[in-house]
């Protein structure tokens, strides 16, 4: 599964809300869901001042049963060959900052403000890039008046399960 950004693209998934509402499993107001199965992994991509913008989005006054999600990244391979590939370059920018759980109660589980989570299953491994002044940014997320049994406010994690795990920081970049 290749997914690639160039020339100045924007993907803007931002100021979504859920509010005043009552869900018994889990709850997303933002997920994307990125699955390769077939033997090639997965490459996300961006280039040459591209973004993607997840940001500003809230779930408020809310009751969960279930895992709370506001912001979701999943990338994910689960065949023997390929790898699990995020990367960012030339000015391009992944967005995440201002989400918020706000006055909810997650009664059973864990809540995730941000989650991002790259996971290579049977492949070569998994790894977050970034080259020539690129930027993750993951700053003024917060939970405020929620009761929670478990909580992150911004989750990143890199992770393969026999190959290797890489965060590559290049020219100017920053997370």
């Known amino acids: 599964l290749t997914v690639a950004l ?3 693209s924007h993907v803007n998934i931002s100021c979504n809300r ?20 077939g033997g090639g992994g997965v490459d996300l991509s961006l280039h040459n001042r591209s973004i993607i913008d997840t940001s500003l989005n809230k779930v ?6 279930g895992r709370t999600y506001v912001v979701y990244w999943y990338l994910l391979s689960v065949a023997l060959s390929g790898q699990v590939r995020l990367r960012i370059s030339s ?26 989570y790259l996971y290579c299953q049977g492949g070569s491994g998994a790894s977050l890039l970034l080259h020539n002044c690129s ?41």
């Open 6 to 8: 160039s020339n100045q």
């Open 135 to 175: 930027s993750v940014v993951l700053s003024s997320n917060y939970i405020e008046g929620s009761t929670v049994q478990k909580a992150y406010v911004a989750y990143l994690s890199v992770e393969s399960n026999i190959g290797y795990s890489l965060v590559s920081l290049h020219g100017q970049s920053t997370v």
């Open 60 to 65: 408020h006054n809310s009751n969960v049963g």
């Open 18 to 37: 859920i509010s005043n509402s009552s869900v018994n499993s889990d709850l997303f107001a933002v997920y994307l869901y990125f699955l390769g199965s």
């Open 91 to 116: 000015d391009s920018l992944v967005a995440l900052s201002g989400n918020v759980l706000l006055n909810s109660s997650v009664k059973q589980f864990e809540a995730y403000v941000v989650y991002v």
